[in-house]
T-cell receptor
Framework: KAGVTQTPRYLIKTRGQQVTLSCSPI?????VSWYQQTPGQGLQFLFEYFSETQRNKGNFPGRFSGRQFSNSRSEMNVSTLELGDSALYLC????????????FGPGTRLTVT | TQLLEQSPQFLSIQEGENLTVYCNSS?????LQWYRQEPGEGPVLLVTVVTGGEVKKLKRLTFQFGDARKDSSLHITAAQPGDTGLYLCAGGDNYQLIWGAGTKLIIKP
């Protein structure tokens, strides 16, 4: 099976702009989670989608949003970018189940200037 | 609030040495996972443990889940430079993972 794919891999944006990141999960996986990773804060949970519904949400401002499509592909959007949004954004997919193993994509490195 | 604390935060040792890293919490988890992450890449799942007291071996890596399902350890025997990376533990609870901050491991040749 193909792994989790994320596009683009690298992105440079200017403060105030918005950005959309894309994630394609492993075939058959219906849950997609998004994380922000920075050297100082570690892995921070953004949100999780299952069957097109947001099931869990982390503690991030409303500028961060996401959605999931009927084919389980997911996008996340960050509006009004700030310098502090520079980070590695990771997407992970999972089969729905009691043991919640996640399989990560390579990430999108976002730099805000 | 559930927390997972990993120790040490950073470890640098010579090739061939043994090491143990820890993942501790005051909360009980239904499962616990260990991941390894290399710079610029996503974490890769190494193992999942679900039963208190469970021990799993993956070549030179030995994972143990505490009897009370609140803590876990990862022991590496005869460490190699290829073991270098960030080791993350994550506890499973209600379709969400609680993540530790990680142990950054460097194995020097």
């Amino acid at each position: 099976k193909a792994g989790v794919t994320q596009t683009p891999r690298y992105l440079i944006k200017t403060r105030g702009q918005q950005v959309t990141l894309s994630c394609s999960p492993i075939s058959g996986h219906r849950s997609v989670s998004w994380y922000q990773q920075t050297p100082g804060q570690g892995l921070q949970f953004l949100f999780e989608y299952f069957s097109e519904t947001q099931r869990n949400k982390g503690n991030f401002p409303g500028r961060f949003s996401g959605r999931q499509f009927s084919n389980s592909r997911s996008e996340m959007n960050v509006s009004t970018l700030e310098l502090g949004d520079s980070a590695l954004y990771l997407c992970a997919s999972s089969l729905s189940g009691q043991v919640y193993e996640q399989y990560f994509g390579p990430g999108t490195r976002l730099t805000v200037t | 609030t559930q927390l997972l604390e990993q120790s040490p935060q950073f470890l640098s040792i010579q090739e061939g040495e043994n090491l143990t890293v820890y993942c501790n919490s005051s909360s009980v988890f239904s499962s616990l996972q260990w991941y390894r992450q290399e710079p610029g890449e996503g974490p890769v799942l190494l193992v999942t443990v679900v039963t208190g007291g469970e021990v799993k071996k993956l070549k030179r890596l030995t994972f143990q889940f505490g009897d009370a399902r609140k803590d876990s350890s990862l022991h590496i025997t005869a460490a190699q430079p290829g073991d270098t990376g960030l080791y993350l533990c994550a506890g499973g609870d209600n379709y969400q993972l609680i993540w530790g901050a990680g142990t950054k491991l460097i194995i020097k040749p």
